[in-house]
């Protein structure tokens, strides 16, 4: 069934069609609307804003009906779309209440991309959907595999499916993981760092899908400009639980951490740097 694309004076009949309709798909999943608290985690995902938003993204035809919930996480939900056309995008919606947010917000601050920063939870949901789609153009843009973004509004970001017959690709965790998975890792860490300026700051098992062989990174929220103050400590992250995980499924990795973090960003680390040129200094060159 199509929303309907039709819009009446106030939006108001259109908003409550969309409405009858999300409930259909989150009934039919039997994700939610078991009793009544779990009816205002419903509302909560689409309240009036957020449909109104979904309404304009399919009056674009940036999707044309949403067919089913492919994920339910603490601060997002993300939907299997269909477009006019049958093929099929993701349709990611970040939850306008969610608690996780606040906590997250140090990767935000310091990020000289996003300086004014809208506090209340609106804003603030808004803000990672805009933050996910500009990470994951400019990763897109740098030849990372990631899912092409295609639009967003508000706290609703539309990009490639990643998968088939609205089923997700398996993730890292859930299949084989080889040597070359390994390798690919890195040579895309080093990518998403020297060609996007970015550090992903969420990288893990759960956030890389494998298909056909070939490995596809998302979830990029969290991801924060090389510039972050923090960004360092991220990526040491990043690269800590990406050798714990290939490491438990018994494939080799660099064990020396310092020489991956160098490697990843193509550049010395600061203390070398330091060193670098006290050395340079102390020879008088
Ligand atoms: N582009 C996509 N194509 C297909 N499936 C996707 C896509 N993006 C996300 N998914 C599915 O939705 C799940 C959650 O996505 P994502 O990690 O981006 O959201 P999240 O809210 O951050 O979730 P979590 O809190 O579990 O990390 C993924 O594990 C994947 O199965
Ligand atoms: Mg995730």
Excluded: C
């Excluded at 890292?172 to 040597?179: E, N």
Aim: no cysteine; aromatic share 10%.
């Amino acid at each position: 069934m199509k929303y309907v694309r039709e819009r009446d004076e106030s939006g108001e009949e259109s908003t409550q069609k969309f409405h009858r309709e999300a409930e259909r798909i989150d009934k039919r999943d039997r994700v939610i609307l078991k009793n009544e608290e779990e009816r205002s985690v419903f509302e909560e995902v689409f309240d009036r804003k957020t449909l109104m938003i979904l309404y304009d993204l399919s009056n674009a035809d940036v999707f044309s009906y949403l067919n089913g919930v492919i994920s339910s996480g603490k601060e997002a939900r993300v939907y299997w779309g269909v477009k006019t056309d049958r093929t099929d995008v993701a349709v990611k919606i970040y939850l306008v209440a969610s608690s996780d947010y606040k906590k997250r917000l140090q990767y935000i601050v310091g990020d000289p991309r996003f300086d004014k920063i809208r506090r209340d939870s609106r804003g603030i949901a808004e803000l990672w959907a805009r933050k996910e789609f500009i990470n994951l153009k400019a990763a897109f843009s740098a030849g990372v595999p990631v899912p092409e973004p295609f639009a967003f509004q508000g706290n609703v970001v539309v990009m490639q499916f990643i998968g088939k017959d609205g089923i997700p690709a398996p993730r890292l965790i859930d299949v084989k993981a080889t040597r070359s998975d390994y390798i690919e890792v890195i040579k895309a860490m080093r990518l998403i760092y020297q060609k996007a300026g970015l550090v992903h700051s969420d990288l893990s098992e759960y956030n890389i899908m494998k298909l056909e062989g070939s490995l596809i990174f998302f979830d990029f929220g969290s991801a924060v400009s090389t510039e972050h103050p923090a960004s360092e400590e991220f990526l040491r992250r990043d690269i800590s639980n990406i050798n714990k995980f290939f490491q438990k499924r018994g494939i080799r990795t660099e064990e020396d951490e310092e020489k991956l973090l160098t490697r990843i960003r193509g550049r010395k680390s600061k203390s070398e740097d330091e060193n670098e040129e006290n050395q340079t200094r102390e020879v008088g060159a």
